[in-house]
């Protein structure tokens, strides 16, 4: 039997491989969990079940004596719906109620439209869409926090601390807030020797260190211990 070596199917698998390794190594640069090869597989296996889905249906088309109907599309509707489990794993719960990972499974779901659409032979609209993926997740934050309300320049910190004496507790909350600190909520929970553990969820300034913030706290007066965690 000769195999019949379609250049159209080569060339779809290649673009896809190329736009997928972009996405991919636009999270492998932020050191997430999915990156190159996982957004490679993701594009390129997406693509190919495109293709094998378009070319099914016309290859097993309704003749003389079998009458069989195919959406072109079908198999591509049903990656859409498993893909959403990858993305769905990448997607964590701190300790602290914080939601991680939200971007990541965007990203991935992402690489399996490409690959769909690659597949689908739209070439031009899957490089306009990894295109506007890039942009979207790196050019427009840098635009946001030059030119965006003050609310979208800052960024949220855990701040946990072990305060002495409960008398004290107030007049640390507001030594914190002083200093162009904004207190969003506060759990506060006692410890033995007249001790106390206070978390404390707070906003500041995109451009603040972390570590300008943990110096300036510690300086504060009765806080026995800090701890400074990045959400």
């Known amino acids: 039997m000769v195999l019949h070596l ?117 070439y031009v609209e899957a490089l306009v869409g990894v295109t506007l993926l890039i942009i979207s997740v790196e050019l427009i934050p840098i635009l946001i926090n030059i030119l965006g309300p003050k609310r979208l320049k800052e960024r949220e910190l855990i701040l946990k601390i072990t305060v002495k004496g409960i008398e004290n507790i107030k007049s640390v909350i507001d030594q914190i807030t002083s200093q162009d600190i904004t207190v969003k909520n506060i759990k506060i929970k006692d410890l033995q020797d007249n001790e106390h553990y206070i978390q ?7 451009k603040r260190r972390t570590t300008e913030i943990y110096y300036d706290i510690q300086q504060i007066d009765n806080i026995k211990g800090i701890e400074i965690e990045s959400i």
């Open 200 to 206: 404390v969820k707070i906003s500041v300034f995109n």
């Open 6 to 122: 379609d250049i159209d199917i080569i060339i779809k698998l290649l673009i896809s491989a190329i736009l997928g390794s972009i996405i991919g190594l636009e999270r492998e640069l932020k050191r997430k969990p999915i990156g190159l090869k996982t957004c490679l597989v993701i594009s390129i296996v997406s693509c190919l079940l495109t293709i094998v889905s378009i070319k099914s249906a016309y290859l097993f088309h309704s003749s003389e004596f079998l009458n069989i109907t195919m959406d072109p599309l079908r198999l591509a509707a049903q990656i859409v719906s498993g893909i959403g489990f990858l993305g769905a794993g990448v997607i964590l719960r701190r300790e602290n109620d914080t939601i991680v990972g939200l971007t990541t499974a965007a990203m991935i779901w992402g690489a399996s439209g490409i690959g769909i659409a690659v597949g689908a032979g739209f």
